[in-house]
């Protein structure tokens, strides 16, 4: 009986010993299917997450790439990067400011293009420039040269004085085309147009001359005058007329009988004095009289 006993014990506890290796190795297996699992979803995040990667990346070196685009073609001259171009007319002293690549290119390549001569820089040199350009460069450094626009058949004529005191001057004598794109340029119109389009101005490009001038005369009025002014300049109207020294207040006898610009002004004294009437030169943008007023 004992021995039976005994021998129902052993079997007892070797099924307890089974039946807990049993468990052990189920326990096992299902903290082996959960890593599996686990691994799995980090699997599947991983090309999402180098996709993204990627395409950022693709991103950035496509911004990069044109970045370098940019900066792969500034405008050179002189061996410097050039920053802008300054345009001031000698007369009406109201400078005209280039940042556009394709407008620098223009007075750039207009020298570079040009024939090299020497001018004699005399007084009567000196007071027959049109305008004065400043070419400043990204490294703060800047070259001024003066400008003679076409006059009595001779071509526009660029030239750089190297001192303050030298008197045979560096002179580019440009070519025709040149000539064209310049002259479309400091008339604020679009060269491009200019080039395309030789016959003549567009009537885009007349309108945007007719704003220039009646801004350039607008700059040249006395505070006193702006005050009276309803509006803004770009509201004055503007038309060519032949001026006469009974039809106002002449700067200068010459201009009778000549023809000008006449720009209105709307005046808060319309109603009894009439409009603010300015006449200007055609060829220099400068006032040269007044309208008559009620």
Known sequence: MK?????????????????CATNSDSSKSKQEDVAATA?????SKAPAANSESSQ?????????????ETKANPVMFEKKEVKQIEITPAKTKITK???KEDDMMTFVSSIEHSTKKTLLFDKKASDNVDCKMRIKYQDGSSRTYFIWLESQGKPVTIAYQKTPNET????????????????????NQDSSKVQNDK????????????????????????QKS????????????????????????????????KEVYLIAFKSNK?????????????QTEKIVGFGNRN
């Open 270 to 282: 319309n109603a009894t004095l009439g409009p603010l009437s300015i006449y200007a030169d055609m």
């Open 56 to 68: 950022t990346s693709q991103t950035d070196s496509t911004k990069s790439a044109s970045d370098k």
């Open 3 to 19: 021995k039976a006993s005994s021998l129902f014990l052993v079997s007892s506890v070797v099924l307890g010993l089974a039946g």
């Open 168 to 187: 045979h001057i560096e002179d580019y004598l440009l070519t025709k085309d040149d000539e064209k794109q310049i002259i479309a340029l400091l008339k």
């Open 226 to 257: 702006k005050d009276e002014v309803i509006g803004t300049w770009k509201e004055a109207t503007i038309k060519k007329i032949t001026v006469n020294k009974d039809m106002g207040r002449l700067n200068d006898v010459k201009y009778d009988g």
């Open 39 to 43: 691994t799995q979803k980090e699997t």
């Open 97 to 99: 400011t280039f940042t």
């Open 199 to 222: 016959s003549g101005s567009t009537k885009a490009q007349t309108q945007d001359n007719e704003l220039d001038i009646r801004e350039a005369v607008w700059n040249q009025l006395p």
